[in-house]
């Protein structure tokens, strides 16, 4: 349920390998395609597979800063409820005032520390589902793609994490304004 409606350090973490494999400006992952939580100690194989299990590969494409933002604003539009396409990002901070209307929610949007331009073009990386439209993400099917990996994130995780201890945490990247 935490990954479809707010930040957290396993959605962190996976948004910051695809971002760290792809070697993209932004990586951006939908929440419900996190299915579990890790426990605190090691990490195994079949504990990446249960937090990752579908089919899906990595993906970069192309987005203006305004396409990002219409998807930001998607990924916010049902909150407080739990939504499948909740983005856990990585590269991309934000602010959402959930007293605002679905559609103009979102404000202060840095990307890597800098304002978001509207007209600059961002590499992304994400997955396959959400590169072509899924959970409604319909702004990314015209995206320009750089790369397809054929990778299953899963892998791409495993890769990344053999040998490294982590301690991924809940950062600020996506702040609820109360």
Not at 12 to 36: P, Q, S
Request: cysteine-free; overall charge positive.
């Amino acid at each position: 349920a935490n990954v479809r409606t707010k930040e957290t350090n396993l959605g962190n973490l996976v948004a910051d390998i695809m971002k760290a494999a792809a070697k993209t400006e932004i990586a951006v992952t939908n929440g419900g395609g996190i299915r579990a939580s890790l426990k605190k100690g090691d990490i195994t194989v079949g504990g990446i597979i249960t937090v990752l299990p579908f089919d899906n590969s990595l993906v970069v494409i192309e987005l203006t800063g305004k396409t990002l933002l219409e998807a930001l604003e998607l990924s916010v539009s049902k909150y407080p409820e739990q939504l499948g396409g909740y983005l856990q990002v990585s590269g991309v901070t934000f602010k959402v005032d959930p007293t605002k209307p679905a559609g103009s929610r979102v404000s202060d949007v840095m990307v890597n520390g800098v304002a978001l331009s509207l007209t600059k073009l961002y590499t992304v990386a994400t997955n396959d589902f959400t590169a072509a439209g899924g959970d409604g993400y319909t702004m990314f099917k015209s995206a320009k793609v750089l790369y397809q990996s054929g990778i299953m994130l899963r892998d791409v995780a495993i890769e990344y994490l053999k040998g490294k201890s982590i301690e991924p945490k809940v950062e600020g990247r996506i702040v609820i304004v109360k």
